[in-house]
């Protein structure tokens, strides 16, 4: 179990090299294997009723919200090369209408597809459709929003559900005792107090490393130019090494008075402690939902393992709340995706912004007076 589990994660971190383009592409694989799990769960408990259309409703809804959820994330992040093109001006200027049309023509579907003595149960199927795409596309569009705030609030948080995982199973096999859940009868509160304390010192740890690199904590953008993603910047405060004073119970046992270290490692025990605390929680929601449907695992992909939605459920979680902690304590405005939009607008347009702004400088002082006309 130890070894696939070492193969799994160096796979991971070999994707990690191939870049950011790489990794997007293996979070939409991994959501739409993800998906596909639930859905054929769905399918085989209620296979013999033959409900029209099911599959092929479920996999339309697929690909409608994944059509408005990229579509998003190529308006905020890749405005200057929609401004390029034509044709995506027109996609990305109607695109919650085009969105909205699609899920529709759904709906519609859905509806037309209603036969009589199957209501009830053609309705189940609709709302295990949406429910499913809820935890996973929604989920995997999160995943994808921490990747461009730097490679950092990607890899620490997956690192870290990783690392309890790991652990909390050592811990377990050697010194487990105490049932910890009934719904997981494996897990033991001394593997869950000994993957807590273990994941905190490894996102500690890690997070030192990974905050010396640019390639790791610069945002993820595109370049235009090049038709690359970059990550080239000056490093924000979060990574750059400052001095902290050690509380004084610490100072006896340590021997020191002040600490150098990188702001971004005291997020890290937050991300660390929902990973270790919160994230097996969601694991815990499989298993329950394993037990009501009677089956052992969501599919079979991986030998031993089960399926991949058995590997990723507490990662959907996790993606949350980091999404939710960035948008809460760290984001502030981005003077580089403010500017994309700016050039965006029309001549008259940026010509009544710079205005606008110009007056605000000289009022605040920092342009002198002047400069006006």
């Not at 200027?93 to 049309?101: D, E, G, P, V």
């Not at 150098?260 to 969601?282: C, D, E, K, V, W």
Request: hydrophobic share 45%; glycine share 6%; charged share 15%.
């Amino acid at each position: 179990s130890l070894v696939s589990r070492g193969t799994m994660i160096s796979g991971f971190f070999l994707i990690i090299y191939l870049g950011s383009f790489m990794l997007m592409l293996l979070v939409l694989s991994i959501q739409v294997k993800c998906y596909h799990e639930i859905i054929t769960i769905g399918y085989r408990v209620y296979h013999s009723y033959d409900l029209p259309w099911f599959r092929s409703l479920s996999w339309y809804f697929l690909l409608c919200v994944n059509y408005f959820f990229y579509g998003e994330t190529v308006a905020d992040y890749f405005a200057t090369f929609v401004q390029r093109r034509e044709q995506l001006q027109f996609l990305i200027r109607y695109h919650r209408f085009i969105s909205f049309a699609l899920y529709l023509a759904g709906f519609c579907m859905f509806v037309l597809s209603l036969v009589k003595k199957h209501y009830r149960l053609q309705f189940y199927m609709f709302a295990w459709t949406h429910v499913t795409l809820l935890i996973t596309v929604t989920q995997s569009h999160l995943v994808i929003q921490n990747l461009f705030e730097g490679m950092i609030w990607f890899l620490v948080p997956i690192s870290s559900v990783i690392c309890n995982d790991i652990t909390a199973y050592i811990f377990g096999f050697f010194f487990g005792r105490t049932p910890l859940i009934k719904l997981s009868p494996k897990k033991t509160w001394e593997g869950f107090i000994g993957g807590f304390f273990s994941t905190v010192v490894f996102g500690f740890i890690f997070s030192y490393f990974l905050a010396q690199h640019q390639y790791f904590v610069c945002p993820v953008e595109y370049n235009s130019e090049t038709n690359r993603f970059v990550t080239e910047c000056e490093p924000s405060e979060l990574f750059q090494m400052k001095k902290y004073s050690v509380p004084p119970l610490l100072q006896a046992v340590l021997g020191w008075e002040t600490v150098n270290m990188y702001p971004f490692q005291m997020h890290s025990f937050a991300l660390s402690t929902f990973a270790s605390l919160i994230g097996p929680f969601g694991g815990f929601f499989a298993s329950g939902f394993k037990r009501a449907f009677k089956i052992k695992d969501f599919a079979d992909t991986i030998p031993g393992h089960g399926g991949i939605m058995d590997r990723f459920d507490c990662q959907y979680l996790m993606a949350t709340f980091v999404h939710v902690y960035i948008t809460s304590f760290i984001r502030g405005p981005n003077p580089s995706k403010l500017l994309k939009q700016l050039l965006i607008l029309q001549p008259e347009q940026q010509l009544s912004v710079y205005k606008t702004l110009k007056s605000h400088l000289v009022e605040k002082g920092i342009l002198q007076p002047s400069l006006r006309g």
